[in-house]
């Protein structure tokens, strides 16, 4: 289980850094609408405060993913919503945007079903290398 635990913190430490670029991106559009004088001040300053607020909860959450007990996890679905449920509580407690948890709640499904797919086909395969195998065992 912990070859899991670690292989989808991985991956999901790929998606939070590919979400924080695009949070980047987008707080880079905003400063050149604005200066561009395509958006007033207070526009500006609400869409600066809300995506600067997710990327604090992103890089919260990436502290809060370093750290993950394997204790009873069991499966790719377990470990998604041992996270969801991780994330939400972290992300209610500090006062982050809401929406971020949506935005990281999609992509902990897409990692779980990724996996899950994984794990079908390792236990195809070892289904079918044990067909082959003769009954009768050999000593050597």
């Known amino acids: 289980m912990t070859n899991l635990?670690?292989?989808f913190q991985k991956i999901l430490l790929v998606e939070i850094e590919d979400l924080h670029d695009d949070l980047d991106l987008?707080?880079?559009v905003v400063v050149d609408r604005h200066q561009n004088r395509q958006i007033t001040d207070y526009v500006y300053a609400?869409?600066?405060a809300i995506l600067r607020n997710e990327v604090l909860g992103l890089e919260d959450c990436i502290r809060?993913?370093?750290d993950l007990d394997p204790g009873s996890?069991?499966?790719a679905d377990d470990l998604a919503e041992f996270l969801k449920v991780r994330f939400k509580k972290r992300l209610d407690a500090?006062?982050?945007v809401p929406a971020l948890y949506t935005l990281l709640a999609k992509?902990?499904?897409k990692i779980a079903t990724y996996l899950r797919l994984e794990e079908a086909a390792r236990a195809a395969d070892a289904l079918e290398q044990k067909k082959h195998q003769s009954p009768v065992q050999?000593?050597?």
């Open 46 to 48: 609400e869409n600066i």
């Open 5 to 7: 635990i670690k292989k």
């Open 138 to 140: 050999f000593a050597g």
């Open 73 to 75: 996890i069991a499966s």
């Open 64 to 66: 809060g993913c370093a």
């Open 94 to 96: 500090h006062g982050y």
């Open 107 to 109: 992509r902990i499904e």
């Open 26 to 28: 987008f707080i880079q």
